[in-house]
Nanobody
């Protein structure tokens, strides 16, 4: 059974960088997409970035484009989210998720992601 394990969150200052990791445990298929979402207090969970399993096709939300970089290492079944130039508004719980039905182009639609990690807190102080 698929299980996602996130790591790398923490407390940083504005302008700093963090790298989140999401390891898939028990996954046998290598054809899927992985996405990162975030949820700030009293706000809905929102799309951040997504990548296909082969690290070829990527999508970003407008709010993080140019600052965040998503990547996937299919040999390790792990996805990464490199977050640079962090802002206080990036503060949220970050979740990784798997879309098992798309491996050509990832989607931003949260409903397509059916396997979720437990989340990791990212806090950016001003």
């Amino acid at each position: 059974q698929d299980r996602l394990v996130e790591s790398g969150g923490g407390l940083v200052q504005a302008g700093d960088s963090l790298r989140l990791s999401c390891a898939t445990k028990g996954r046998t298929s290598t054809h899927y997409s992985m996405g990162w979402f975030r949820q700030a207090p009293e706000k809905e969970r929102e799309f951040v970035a997504a990548v296909t399993w082969n690290n070829i096709s990527k999508r970003y939300s407008d709010s993080v484009k140019g600052r965040f970089t998503i990547s996937a290492d299919s040999a390790k079944n792990t996805a990464y989210l490199q977050m640079d130039t962090l802002k206080p508004e990036d503060t949220a719980v970050y979740y990784c998720a798997v879309d098992p039905d798309r491996w050509a182009t990832p989607t931003t639609n949260i409903r397509s992601y059916t396997i979720w990690g437990q989340g990791t807190q990212v806090t950016v102080s001003s």
